[in-house]
């Protein structure tokens, strides 16, 4: 590993700790380097707030320092206003000589314009260092300007024998599969994603809240797939515990809005009240239900999802070829009949045990 793969393995690693609460902005990291030592590091703040280059730029005690350092960063600086100025004129301003970039960003209003904004100024700047590590970093914010669509993650959990769910039921609960670590390890997942989808039937089964309990973080956005508007406030997740997005279809009934209650976007705070948004899609175009959802997700700024749905849901996704990694649970519990797992390929990247339960990562390749 040289010097410049050193340093901006750094930058990934702090980086990281922008996970959950940057998006839909990527997840930063960016440090200085003087004189072979790190002199300032920064990463991406909350949505709305500075920026990895500034939060390293400010963090450096001797500001006169700067002009005889180089600014490692994952990704190009900016070049355009959005909720803060440019870094690459911050980094102009503080005539930080040398830039090492990990990747270009591929997103339009940047793409190269940073870059060429910094050579313009007389900076040096070198571009593609760790370059497959840093998109893999990056893979939600890549993938939504890539593709057009969030980065979609596939939960479920299974029984030794390969049931996600018995043939009946006692209760309207989840029945638990997996340990109590294994649990957990969902909830920090789901504080590191903007949102979370599941179905009609999940919910009226489980009666789940999708909410980070076992963690700490934001809860994600709760999509909710309810095509006839079956779902009430008798179910736990019709609160304002977190933002929903119901998802539903041409012949159901909106509900009447409470006096209270009001639509949210992504930005805004949240208000009082039951905040829902209801967007209809076209079910009897079953070949691109995940295609019209992806959408959906995509207009409204969410850069992320986790599909905890049932096999129906899950399968959708599988069979539309819209998923990006599946992350499965297989424990010790046996059901002998029931609803059978959904079926995916691709490539295993990581199989660990959590105690009696076992983890598999598979990437869609």
Partial sequence: ???????????????????????????????????????????????????????????VKDQSLLSKSTLYVTLEPCSHYGKTPPCADAIIAHNIPKIVIGTIDTHSKVAGKGVAKLEAAGCEVIVGILEDDVKAHHKRFFTFHNKQRPYVILKWAETSDGFIAPQTRDAQQPVWIT???????????????????????????????????????????RVILDRELKLNSEYILLNNDAKNLIIHGDNAILPKPEANQKSWSLHPPLGRGFDAIYIEIDWSLENTIAKQICTILYNNNINSVIIEGGRQTLQTFINENLWDEARVFTGPTTFGAGTKAPQCSGKLVLKQNLFDDTLKIIVND
């Fill in 1 to 59: 590993m040289n010097i410049h793969e050193k340093y901006i393995k750094r930058c990934i690693d702090i980086g990281k700790n922008g996970l959950g609460t940057t998006a839909p902005n990527p997840m930063v990291g960016c440090v200085i380097v003087h004189a072979n030592k790190i002199i300032g590091e920064g990463f991406t703040s909350p949505f709305g707030g500075a920026h990895a280059e500034v939060n390293a730029i400010n963090s």
């Fill in 179 to 221: 340990n109590q670590l294994s649990r957990q390890l969902v909830h920090k997942w789901r504080a590191e994603e903007q949102s979370i989808l599941v179905g009609t039937n999940t919910v009226i089964a489980d009666n789940p809240s999708l909410t980070v309990r076992d963690w700490t973080g934001k809860n994600p956005i």
